[in-house]
């Protein structure tokens, strides 16, 4: 082998081995992104993907944070693990296997796995078709109380998370830490965003 030969095939020895990581990146930025970014207290990692693959697509990161940004998928997973009793949790479970059941008779495959349309046109049947909250007064319930069931019960948990969060509380909403001086009555116009609790 000759001088130049063997300085051409140090380069590409050098390269391939300067260049392989960047390659592996690649391919790992290519390969499927729906993985679960954290470890599951209480959810199974396939139920964990539900969890998390519901959150996002209720609350989607657009010029605001999203529900995943605010990590509300891993409080829902912290509250069925230390909220919950066992049949609870079992319920839980049960809800999100039927949950599943019911998309992949009706879509062909599991909620984490449809497309953006096939998950809104399940969001949208399960709206129409899962019972409401019942009417408050002051924060009251106002007449029978009976379940609203898995779907709005996730949903509004979810919302609550999102809302709840620091980063939402403090950057999106309006927030006072220490409030000024009650002003009952002002025009609307100078109430700004949604306040913050």
Known sequence: M???DALKKS???LGAAAGAPT???LLQACAKTDRLTWTP???SEDQARFISSFVDFLLPKTDTPGGLDVKADVFI????AKTY?????????????????????KFGNVFAELSPEDKAACFKEHEANSPKFPKTVWGGAVGPREPVGFYRSLKSTALWAYFSSE??????????PIPGE??????LSEVGNTWSL
């Open 41 to 43: 207290v209480f959810l």
């Open 2 to 4: 000759n001088r130049r």
């Open 23 to 25: 390659l592996l990146s």
């Open 11 to 13: 380069a590409l020895a």
């Open 85 to 105: 009793d066992e049949a609870g949790q079992n319920q839980v479970v049960a809800d999100i296997e039927k949950f599943n059941t019911d998309c992949k008779a």
């Open 167 to 176: 980063e939402i509380g403090k950057n999106l909403l309006s927030y006072d």
């Open 77 to 80: 997973d912290l509250m069925y």
């Open 182 to 187: 009650y002003r009952g009555c002002m025009p």
